[in-house]
């Protein structure tokens, strides 16, 4: 008998494969999938594999969030959930590794910003990657993104906005700041929204006695800030024929921006965020309206049934939810939106709120979710076929998930340390029933049962982008 690490048998689940789903067994042994097959015998093994029965149950790839905002900021405009909490919201809803960001932080090397975030994040529970800032540029630069890109860290977060808090990239920097991350295979990874748009539509509305509440802040950073922002990186990035990556496109505008660019050759890819999928600016109206305040800022109707379909089309490659949690008391501190700390919490529910609401049967629905919330990101993010794989070899990242769980998002399912869900109320069908993080079963039911600090840096490779240049 063949001596064996510490194993674990799932059985008789319905496998979601890129080639469709199929019935089958999965052995894991130790943190990595050992084989995968229709019926696999657990009495020849030893030591005797823990068997879970998945009979009714889809199994995922762990699913991957490549926008999280956990433990962002200082003292009171610091988020809820820290990375403990972040990730333990997460695993419960079946996210086995999130992507977050670290700053340029001034005097320092984009390596030296890595390596504090990644000391930030000792706490995580579940395996983590980054994106860097970049925020300015430097004679250096060349070399600190070389540096960077072997360490393992090659996305680049990149700001047309946001010039008050000192993060956003000269318009003059971008042509040689895309031509570097192209020469050294570093994907720019874009918030797009044109400051100057931005601008001449608050002065316009405050001249004309608008109130700048929750309800006007959609109108303050308007769809056309999003397109012209994406077409001007486009500009930026065709000397150099840079790939872009463009992060929570979140209206019609800015995905149509985002097809001329290709139409034009450039390589684009985009994401978008359960609450531009789910949610319009009509949540940003009365008196919780700030819950529902984010940047950019929610949309029509229009836009969001335009986002569903760029997932359908396949316009759109990757969901992730942009998590940033502040509670009820932070959000509305301020009547002015401006002074609003933006972003909402969602890691915790969007694989099953994509699953409900993407059209189609349950199958499509499910290949849907693998492709967007975990393969997708893992090629863009050069973590496959490590994460974003149902594959011998690749970690036991997993998420046995029911077709069949139902309810509406309600005070029960909030994981957030943010205590609320701008999700609250919605009804669910599917849901993670339990995920398993290299090995180990971290949450079931929706609620964590992991350790804390378990959770490692993963250096990601080149972008399947790159690959085809
Ligand atoms: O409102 C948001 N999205 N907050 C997080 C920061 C960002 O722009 O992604
Ligand atoms: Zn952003
Ligand atoms: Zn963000």
Same mark, same amino acid.
């Given at each position: 008998?063949?001596?064996?690490?510490?194993?674990?048998?799932?059985?008789?689940?319905?496998?979601? =494969?890129? %080639? $469709? +789903?199929? *019935?089958?067994?999965?052995?894991? &042994? !130790? /943190?990595?999938?050992? @084989?995968?097959?229709? #019926?696999?015998?657990?009495?020849?093994?030893?030591?005797?594999?823990?068997?879970?029965?998945?009979?009714?149950?889809?199994?995922?790839?762990?699913?991957?969030?490549?926008?999280?905002?956990?433990?962002?900021?200082?003292?009171?405009?610091?988020?809820?959930?820290?990375?403990?909490?972040?990730?333990?919201?997460?695993?419960?809803?079946?996210?086995?590794?999130?992507?977050?960001?670290?700053?340029?932080?001034?005097?320092?090397?984009?390596?030296?910003?890595?390596?504090?975030?990644?000391?930030?994040?000792?706490?995580?529970?579940?395996?983590?990657? =980054?994106? %860097? $800032? +970049?925020? *300015?540029?430097?004679?250096?630069? &060349? !070399? /600190?993104?070389?540096? @960077?890109?072997?360490? #393992?860290?090659?996305?680049?977060?990149?700001?047309?906005?946001?010039?008050?808090?000192?993060?956003?990239?000269?318009?003059?920097?971008?042509?040689?700041?895309?031509?570097?991350?192209?020469?050294?295979?570093?994907?720019?990874?874009?918030?797009?929204?044109?400051?100057?748009?931005?601008?001449?539509?608050?002065?316009?509305?405050?001249?004309?006695?608008?109130?700048?509440?929750?309800?006007?802040?959609?109108?303050?950073?308007?769809?056309?800030?999003?397109?012209?922002?994406?077409?001007?990186?486009?500009?930026?990035?065709?000397?150099?024929?840079?790939?872009?990556?463009?992060?929570?496109?979140?209206?019609?505008?800015?995905? !149509?921006?985002?097809?001329? @660019?290709?139409?034009? #050759?450039?390589?684009?890819?985009?994401?978008?965020?359960?609450?531009?999928?789910?949610?319009?600016?009509?949540?940003?109206?009365?008196?919780?309206?700030?819950?529902?305040?984010?940047?950019?800022?929610?949309?029509?109707?229009?836009?969001?049934?335009?986002?569903?379909?760029?997932?359908?089309?396949?316009?759109?490659?990757?969901?992730?939810?942009?998590?940033?949690?502040?509670?009820?008391?932070?959000?509305?501190?301020?009547?002015?939106?401006?002074?609003?700390?933006?972003?909402?919490?969602?890691?915790?529910?969007?694989?099953?709120?994509?699953?409900?609401?993407?059209?189609?049967?349950?199958?499509?629905?499910?290949?849907?979710?693998?492709?967007?919330?975990?393969?997708?990101?893992?090629?863009?993010?050069?973590?496959?076929?490590?994460?974003?794989?149902?594959?011998?070899?690749?970690?036991?990242?997993?998420?046995?998930?029911?077709?069949?769980?139902?309810?509406?998002?309600?005070?029960?399912?909030?994981?957030?340390?943010?205590?609320?869900?701008?999700?609250?109320?919605?009804?669910?069908?599917?849901?993670?029933?339990?995920?398993?993080?290299?090995?180990?079963?971290?949450?079931?039911?929706?609620?964590?049962?992991?350790?804390?600090?378990?959770?490692?840096?993963?250096?990601?490779?080149?972008?399947?982008?790159?690959?085809?240049?």
């Amino acid at each position: 008998m063949k001596r064996r690490p510490s194993s674990l048998l799932l059985r008789g689940g319905e496998l979601v =494969l890129p %080639q $469709g +789903i199929r *019935r089958g067994d999965i052995l894991v &042994e !130790g /943190e990595r999938i050992a @084989l995968i097959a229709p #019926g696999i015998d657990p009495s020849g093994l030893s030591p005797a594999p823990a068997v879970m029965d998945c009979g009714g149950l889809y199994i995922f790839p762990g699913f991957i969030d490549a926008h999280t905002h956990f433990g962002l900021g200082e003292g009171e405009s610091r988020t809820a959930d820290g990375f403990f909490e972040g990730s333990a919201a997460a695993a419960a809803g079946g996210v086995t590794c999130f992507v977050d960001f670290a700053d340029q932080l001034p005097g320092k090397t984009l390596l030296q910003g890595s390596l504090r975030r990644i000391e930030e994040a000792a706490e995580a529970a579940v395996d983590y990657s =980054l994106h %860097q $800032g +970049i925020y *300015r540029y430097h004679p250096g630069l &060349e !070399g /600190e993104l070389e540096e @960077l890109g072997e360490f #393992g860290v090659r996305a680049a977060k990149l700001f047309t906005t946001y010039e008050q808090f000192g993060v956003r990239l000269d318009p003059g920097e971008w042509p040689r700041v895309l031509g570097l991350c192209a020469k050294k295979k570093i994907l720019p990874a874009i918030h797009a929204e044109d400051d100057g748009l931005i601008e001449a539509a608050e002065k316009r509305l405050l001249a004309e006695g608008q109130v700048p509440g929750p309800a006007l802040h959609a109108a303050l950073r308007p769809a056309e800030a999003e397109a012209a922002a994406i077409l001007s990186c486009g500009r930026a990035a065709l000397g150099s024929a840079a790939p872009l990556y463009f992060v929570h496109v979140s209206s019609s505008l800015g995905l !149509g921006a985002v097809r001329d @660019l290709r139409g034009e #050759g450039l390589r684009v890819a985009a994401e978008t965020a359960p609450h531009y999928l789910l949610l319009t600016e009509d949540h940003l109206s009365g008196p919780e309206g700030a819950l529902a305040l984010m940047t950019p800022p929610l949309r029509r109707d229009q836009d969001r049934k335009a986002l569903w379909e760029g997932f359908a089309l396949g316009d759109i490659h990757v969901l992730a939810t942009d998590h940033c949690s502040y509670t009820p008391a932070q959000k509305m501190a301020h009547p002015d939106c401006r002074l609003t700390p933006a972003g909402v919490p969602g890691v915790g529910e969007a694989a099953s709120l994509f699953f409900t609401n993407f059209p189609g049967s349950p199958a499509q629905k499910a290949q849907a979710l693998r492709s967007v919330y975990s393969e997708n990101p893992a090629r863009l993010f050069g973590l496959w076929p490590r994460k974003g794989s149902l594959a011998a070899g690749s970690n036991a990242d997993l998420v046995l998930f029911d077709p069949l769980a139902s309810g509406r998002i309600d005070g029960s399912r909030i994981r957030s340390a943010a205590g609320y869900s701008p999700f609250l109320g919605l009804p669910y069908l599917g849901a993670a029933a339990a995920t398993v993080s290299r090995g180990m079963v971290v949450a079931r039911d929706g609620v964590f049962t992991g350790e804390k600090g378990r959770g490692k840096f993963v250096p990601c490779g080149i972008s399947s982008v790159f690959e085809k240049s």
